[in-house]
């Protein structure tokens, strides 16, 4: 098909790290890096799919990156890291913000990295990656309003970038294969309410953000 350029460089050095997409595919949401004056920021932006509507969403303190926009298209989810007084002196947090614009809100406070968030189709949770200091991942979800987090599943050594079926009843996610070698990685499912793990495949010598074809 045609290709499109729908986030020109209109920027200097802007680059972009991250890509959300709407429910209708009409709008994308993106994280980007720029110059400003003598220093870098990453911010989300909104467009639409024909390239017009360029907007900048987030503003602030902090990286804001891995966009994921819920599927009535009102809210964004996304990553915003700020530097602290942690070992690894990074502190990736999970986020929300209207597509209509205003203050972004905090959904968790910790001391972990908080990565990849996806909405649930119902729009009533957001599923995401937690990692810790000593790179032991898993799934988490949590509510829109930020209550009610818990761990879905395990993931081992590895960030589990999981995504919702289109029904809502379960999640795909990387994980490490029990048993095998420390990096011995594989795609899984698992129901949302965390019963029913189950192996995919192990043929992905490195898989990484895995997505549900629409429909299954």
Do not use: C
Not at 33 to 60: A, C, H, N, P, Y
């Amino acid at each position: 098909g045609k290709r499109t350029a729908v986030f020109p460089h209109r920027l200097q050095r802007f680059n972009a790290t991250g890509l959300g997409i709407s429910g209708n595919g009409r709008w994308l949401a993106l994280a980007g890096r720029f110059e400003e004056g003598s220093s870098t920021r990453s911010k989300i932006w909104l467009v639409r799919s024909d390239g017009s509507g360029m907007r900048q969403l987030t503003d602030g303190e902090g990286a804001d990156e891995m966009p994921a926009i819920s599927a009535d298209g009102k809210r964004v989810a996304f990553v915003r890291t700020l530097h602290d007084e942690t070992p690894s002196g990074r502190k990736p947090e999970l986020y929300t913000v209207p597509t209509a614009g205003g203050e972004a809100v905090r959904l968790t406070e910790n001391t972990v990295e908080d990565v990849n968030p996806v909405f649930s189709p119902d729009g009533r949770s957001i599923a995401f990656g937690e990692v810790n200091g000593h790179r032991r991942g898993s799934v988490q979800a949590i509510g829109t309003d930020g209550s009610g987090q818990r761990t879905v599943t395990s993931a081992g050594l590895e960030y589990p970038d999981p995504d919702y079926s289109p029904s809502g009843r379960s999640l795909v996610f990387v994980g490490q294969v029990p048993g095998a070698h420390p990096y011995e990685n594989a795609l899984f499912t698992v129901r949302a309410s965390g019963s029913g793990r189950t192996l995919l495949s192990r043929r992905f010598e490195d898989p990484g953000l895995p997505q549900w074809t629409v429909g299954r």
